[in-house]
């Protein structure tokens, strides 16, 4: 039996009709936000969505010729859905940097976020509607009558648009001012603004002259002295929130071996952003985060540059979605597809991968030498594939990256399973620097940003920073200095404990890596080194 088809539509209405569907049925978490805020006056929260309305018809109406306004709304439907069932699924925002993550993240990475309940709900909100749009038939205008009166609407809209917002702008303007998160969340408006962002930024970067940094960078009079290489592991940690670690002061036991060994950790280590897409530039460069921006970090050498300038042997390795640009200058290694039978087991690699590289490369080492590990460490939504499981502590555990379908309980027992797993990792990386007998070794470890795991609604990471919980953001950092080091070096442990209850940031890192290695150069900011005061 065929459907008949409906009467022909005009290109105008069939805008608006979408653009009804895409207000009503991708706007949950926008719409429980409007309620909160605009408590006890409704009126005026329906003339603020009656105002958004009519801005994005008057918006879309331009694209309604008939060539192309099928498939514009096509695209607005697909993409409403997406940003909707993200927001309402893990209370992930689709700004500029969300799409910048989006477009550095790798395939493997992607494919866990595409469950059962997105399929589910792209195809109820974004499928089936395109298909209805892509079957009602569009009535014939004639062009010049049709463009007049598409110009006609578009103005009314917006004038209704405006007129609507004049009729309380003070209180509009108020809360478009103070709650930001109001406009963040509304479909289609904040993921297509976030696109544009981002296309707007990588055009700006594509010409960028990269300006040298540390060009005086040189041993000092410690790392000068004769003997063996120093080498310099840095551990850029991945999803590691500092409320989850033990020596941090959380009830669980889940850092029962790095707490042997004799480690300075950090407690009040605050992240430069809440993605790897802003924090890893970030705390590699000489910038602070209130100065810094993506093309900033890209128009400047960063710390890799100066360790390379200052003689060391600088290696970055990669168990995640890369350098994020960082080791662009030196190239990087990755091993997040090695087929490894331990290691990479369950289909992907764990960290242990990167130690197996580690072993490996120790006996060779002959000169200075930084190695960058970049882990993979906690990174949801499938916690459960970042550790190896005959060793977890916690149970039952979350078996999926659908997050809906698991407790809290077993949430967060999977997430703990993820931080006992990176103790572990640590903890042999000191065991095995400290038995290597041809180097001088320090470790460095820090986590790029933390994790929401259903705090207020929230799962996962890269929220807005203007919204970021202390669960993004509290980050856990530790030292670990060899006793060859602190005779070779002239860095106490002594010394960097006297500082682990500072308020510190990424923007320590940069400072920190060249004092602990002596590492002289005016771009080193004594402010921000903690070893600044553990020489004489």
């Known amino acids: ?29 926008h719409f429980r936000n409007g309620a909160r805020i605009f408590e006890g006056a409704p009126l005026a929260f329906v003339t603020l969505e009656a105002a958004l309305f009519f801005l994005f018809y008057a918006l879309i109406l331009p694209f309604s010729q008939r060539w192309i306004v099928k498939p514009v709304l096509v695209f607005l439907l697909l993409v409403s859905a997406s940003a909707s069932h993200f927001l309402e699924t893990y209370g992930t925002i689709i700004d500029r940097e969300m799409i910048q993550n989006v477009m ?3 395939t493997t990475e992607a494919g866990h976020l595409i469950t059962f309940g997105f399929i589910r709900d792209m195809l109820i909100f974004g499928v089936l509607p395109s298909a209805v749009v892509l079957w009602v038939p569009l009535k014939d205008e004639r062009f010049l009558p049709k463009l007049l009166r ?3 609407i578009a103005v009314v809209s917006f004038a209704l648009c405006l007129g609507l917002l004049l009729t309380d702008y003070s209180r509009f303007a108020a809360i ?4 930001k998160e109001l406009m963040a969340t509304w479909n289609p408006g904040a993921p297509i603004t976030g696109t544009i962002r981002y296309a707007k930024l990588i055009m700006r970067s594509q010409n960028i002259v990269v300006a040298p940094l540390g060009t005086d960078a040189k041993a000092g009079p410690y790392l000068s002295q004769p003997g063996k290489p120093v080498l310099a592991v840095i551990v850029v940690g991945e999803t590691g929130r500092a409320a989850n670690w033990s020596l941090n002061g959380y ?18 280590v605050t992240s430069c952003g809440t993605s790897t897409a802003v924090s890893v530039p970030c705390m590699f460069s000489a910038l602070p985060r209130e100065d810094y921006t993506y093309t900033r970090g890209l128009s400047q050498e960063n710390l890799v540059d100066v360790l390379v300038r200052a003689g060391f042997d600088v290696k970055w390795w990669d168990n995640n979605t890369g350098s994020q640009h960082v080791a662009k200058r030196i190239g990087e290694q990755e091993y997040d597809k090695e087929k490894d039978p331990v290691a990479c087991a369950l289909g992907e690699c764990d960290d242990r991968i990167l130690l197996k590289q580690l072993a490996a490369e120790l006996p060779k080492i002959t000169k200075n030498t930084a190695i960058i590990l970049h882990t993979v ?3 949801g ?19 999926t990256g659908e997050l809906g379908k698991c ?3 077993q949430i967060v027992n999977t997430y703990d399973n993820t931080i006992a797993f990176t103790d572990r990792i640590l903890a042999e990386t000191v065991d095995m620097l400290a038995e290597a007998p041809n180097v001088v070794p320090v470790m460095y470890y820090v986590s790029d940003h933390g994790e929401s795991l259903g705090e207020n609604g929230l799962y996962l990471h890269a929220a807005p920073w203007f919204m970021a919980p202390t669960e993004q953001t509290h980050v856990p950092m530790v030292t670990w200095v060899s006793p060859e080091a602190e005779s070779r070096l002239g860095l106490t442990k002594a010394c960097l404990d006297a500082r682990k209850a500072d308020t510190l940031s990424h923007d320590n890192m940069f400072a920190t890596v060249l004092g602990m290695l002596d590492i002289q150069t005016e771009a080193r900011d004594p402010a921000l080194d903690l070893t600044a005061d553990c020489r004489n």
């Open 381 to 399: 939504p499938s916690y459960y594939l970042r550790y190896d499981p005959a060793t977890a502590p916690f149970a039952p555990t979350c078996q």
């Open 104 to 106: 550095n993240t790798t």
């Open 251 to 268: 009830s669980r036991d889940t850092n029962p071996e790095l707490a042997k060994r004799d480690i300075t950790y950090f407690t009040d």
């Open 1 to 29: 039996m065929t459907l008949p088809r409906p009467k022909p539509l005009s290109a105008a209405m069939l805008v608006a009709l979408t653009c009804l569907f895409i207000m009503a049925t991708a706007n949950a978490t």
């Open 176 to 179: 478009f001012r103070e709650q």
């Open 407 to 409: 407790s809290s309980e």
């Open 150 to 152: 598409t110009a006609v």
């Open 377 to 379: 460490g906690s990174h």
